[in-house]
Nanobody, 120 residues
Framework: QVQLVESGGDSVQPGGSLTLSCVAS????????AEWYRQAPGKERELLAT???????RYDDAVKGRFFISRDSMKKTVYLQMNSLKPEDTAVYLC??????????????WGQGTQVAVSS
């Protein structure tokens, strides 16, 4: 069994920064690829950033230049560094990953989300 747990969400003022973490646990060999999404109330889930198995990175235009995705393979963790936060960044942030397991398979896993609120 494999789990993803996000953390790091908080309430911040506009212009502030946060770093979100997404830790894989359980029967994990490695995080092959991962994405960060967000979902605001009444809105569709939005794909923000991806890092693939070769560490190629892509960003949605809404966060390009402000958000940065990274991976620590030893810690089995994916991060989302968020800078210059705006009120419209307020949402639940979710991690999604494709994980190589000890059972020689790939699991597609979602975390439970972490809340980010940006207001003055």
């Amino acid at each position: 069994q494999v789990q993803l747990v996000e953390s790091g969400g908080d309430s911040v003022q506009p212009g502030g920064s946060l770093t979100l973490s997404c830790v894989a646990s359980g029967d994990v060999v490695a995080i092959k690829s991962a994405e960060w999404y967000r979902q605001a109330p009444g809105k569709e889930r939005e794909l923000l950033a991806t890092i693939d198995v070769r560490s190629n990175i892509r960003y949605d235009d809404a966060v390009k230049g402000r958000f940065f995705i990274s991976r620590d393979s030893m810690k089995k963790t994916v991060y989302l560094q968020m800078n210059s936060l705006k009120p419209e960044d307020t949402a639940v942030y979710l991690c999604h990953a494709q994980i190589e397991t000890t059972q020689f398979s790939t699991s597609d896993v979602w975390g439970q989300g972490t809340q980010v609120a940006v207001s003055s």
